[in-house]
């Protein structure tokens, strides 16, 4: 265990290297994931039968095949055409592709969950298809999106390890090196257990403020178009009761004046046969 703990100091500053490797990988991975699930998530809702066809082909082909499979075809069965990518692109692509397409559905889903309702008021006053995804489909959709999205970042993270297949010094190449060295195989691989630990925690931690974040904003905005329309509400109310509190006062006010008229027409003077004194 000595020996362990004496390589390790010594290998700190690879281990740094590797984390940053590894947390570089993930992120750039997700943000093209992220792409590619908006893109293709909304293009399978298209009206347009190719255009959707396209993409649930794209989509069904990147989630039916194995991570490891598109990993090694990029690295090693590309440069056999005439591309040639860096290990860690090819990585950054696999992810990417990979986990855009499990992505994709999140949004198609989530798209799909927002009332019909709402896209149909948005119609009504004039909004169009570009306005109304962007304004009123989108900020709801985006709080039911970001749950499933947070799992999708913590499967993705956990599959970093498969970079150091094709020569990424990543955290986990690192480790494997650490271990050759010692020959403390539990020690070195408890260690990468308790640093991938490290860093789904953190993920977690930054995706529920995320998601709070985002449900937060939709009721705030929800909140303040009932509150208006309530408000406008009781502005009407008390227009019609005035209205009608000025109907009632000039019914009076007709009654007074014609009540002169009917007192003479009934009176006295008005019956028949009867001479008028004065």
């Avoid at 290990?87 to 950054?92: E, G, I, K, T």
């Avoid at 195989?185 to 257990?193: E, K, N």
């Avoid at 109310?237 to 009934?266: C, H, L, V, Y």
Wanted: charged share 20%; glycine share 10%.
């Amino acid at each position: 265990m000595a020996d362990f703990l004496t390589e390790l100091r010594r290998a700190l500053p690879r281990l740094a290297e590797g984390l940053l490797v590894t947390v570089e990988a993930t992120v750039l991975g997700a943000a093209l994931a992220l792409l590619l699930a908006y893109t293709l998530g909304l293009l399978s809702r298209s009206a347009r039968r190719p255009v959707r066809g396209a993409a649930r082909v794209v989509v069904e082909f990147f989630r039916g095949t194995s991570l490891y499979v598109q990993l090694f075809w990029l690295f090693f069965a590309l440069p056999m055409v005439g591309f040639r990518l860096e290990p860690l692109a090819c990585a950054v692509l696999a992810l990417g592709l990979n986990f855009g397409a499990y992505g994709s559905e999140v949004v198609r889903g989530a798209v799909a969950a927002v009332p019909r309702a709402q896209t149909e008021a948005a119609v009504a006053l004039g909004m169009g298809p570009v306005l109304r995804l962007r304004r009123v489909v989108l900020p709801q959709a985006h709080a039911l999106m970001v749950a499933p999205f947070k799992n999708l970042l913590i499967q993705l993270l956990k599959a970093t390890p498969l970079l150091s297949l094709v020569t990424v010094p990543d955290l986990t190449f690192q480790i494997d090196q650490l271990r050759s060295a010692t020959g403390s195989t539990a020690a070195s691989y408890l260690l990468l257990l308790g640093l991938y630990f490290g860093m789904a925690v953190v993920l977690s931690l930054l995706m529920n403020a995320l998601e709070r974040a985002a449900k937060a904003r939709l009721s705030d905005q929800v909140g303040s178009g009932s509150g208006g329309r309530r408000r406008g509400s009781r502005g009407g109310g008390g227009n019609q009761g005035g209205a009608m509190a000025s109907d009632d006062n000039a019914a009076r006010r007709g009654a007074g004046r014609r009540e002169p008229d009917m007192i003479r027409k009934t009176g006295p003077e008005a019956r028949p046969g009867q001479e008028r004194t004065v």
